[in-house]
C-alpha cells in the first residue's frame, strides 16, 4: 500500500468517524451526569432529516444546521423530563425517542417532500462544502509532508475540525473547569452535591441539553455534509456505535477520538476491500467488512475489553431528602 492510498484511506476514517465522535461525546456528557441515553441514534436521525430539510428550502446550510440542532434539543428535552423530573426509565425513555423518530422522519419527510421518505437532494449553499486550509495548494508536492497536510490535514469541512476541536475542549471543561467537576460528580455523588448547595436537576438538565446539540452537529453532518441530503434510517445505527466506543473509551474524551478513529477506519476499510484483499492475498467477503463495526460493537458490549465502570449514580433517578 503506497502512501496515497494510506492516506485515502485515513481521510475516509477520519469523515466517518466525525458523526461517530459527536455522538460519543454527547453520551459522554450526558452520562457523566448520571443519565444514560440510548436515544443517541433518535436524536442524530431526526437532526438530519430537519437539518436537510430546512436548508434545502432555506437554500442555507446554517439556518439547516440550527434547525437541525432545535430538533435534537427537542427530544433532549423529552428525554430529560421523562428521566430527570418524573424520574422515569432512562433506557425505556431513550428508546422510546428512537421508535420516535425512525417513524416520525419518513412520514413528515413522505409529506413534505414527496420522495419516498427521503429529502431533495442538496447543492450550493444548502451544503457544507470541503476547506481548503491555507498553504494547501503549495505543499501538494512537497515529499511526505505535502500529502499529509493536503490529501489529511486540508480537505474537510467545519464540522469535522469543529469535532475535532472538541474533543481538548471537552477534557479541559470536564477535569479543569468548576461546571465539569460539579457535572461529574452529580453523576457519582448527587448527594454530596445537593448538600453543597448545587441543583442535581439543573446540572443534569444541562448535561441533557448539550448532549443534544451535540446530537444536532451529529446528524446535520451526515445529511449536509457527509452526504447530500436525508434519507431513510440513515444513522445505521451509528448512535449505537457510539456508545460502544464511549464504553470502549471508559467515558474519557481523548480515549474516545482513539475509539471513534478505529470504528471509522473501519468503515473506511468496507469501502475499499480490495486494499484489504492485497494485503492478505485472498478475496474477502463485502458484507463481511461492512458488518465488522457492528461486530467490533457487540465485542465492546459483551464486557471483552477489560471492565469499564461507568458513574456510580448513572441511570439512577435522584430523590431529593426533605
Known sequence: ???????????????LATPLLLACLAGLFSERAGIFDIGLEGKMLVAAFVSAGVAYVSGNVWVGLLAGIGASLVLSGI????SI??????????VAINFLAAGLTVVVAQSWFGEGGRTPQLAGAARFDPITLPGAEAMRDVPVIGPIYYELISGHTILVYVALLLVPLTAWLLFSTRFGL???????????????????????FAAVAICGVLCGIAGAYLSTALQAGFVKDMTAGRGYIALA???????????ALMACMLFGFLQAL????????????????????????????????????GKAIPPRAGGEPYVKER
Do not use: C
Open 1 to 15: 500500500m503506497d502512501l496515497m492510498t494510506l492516506l485515502q484511506l485515513l481521510d475516509s476514517s477520519v469523515r
Open 79 to 82: 428525554h430529560g423530563l421523562a
Open 85 to 94: 423530573s418524573f424520574r422515569g426509565n432512562q433506557l425505556i425513555s431513550g
Open 182 to 204: 460539579r457535572l461529574r460528580a452529580v453523576g457519582e455523588n448527587p448527594a454530596a452535591l445537593d448538600t453543597a448547595g448545587v441543583s442535581v436537576v439543573r446540572m443534569r
Open 245 to 255: 466506543a464511549l464504553i470502549f473509551a471508559k467515558w474519557r474524551p481523548w480515549y
Open 270 to 305: 468496507s469501502l475499499r476491500p480490495d486494499l484489504l484483499e492485497t494485503a492478505l492475498h485472498f478475496k474477502i467477503q463485502v458484507q463481511l467488512l461492512d458488518a465488522l463495526p457492528y461486530i467490533l460493537t457487540v465485542v465492546i458490549l459483551a464486557g471483552f475489553v
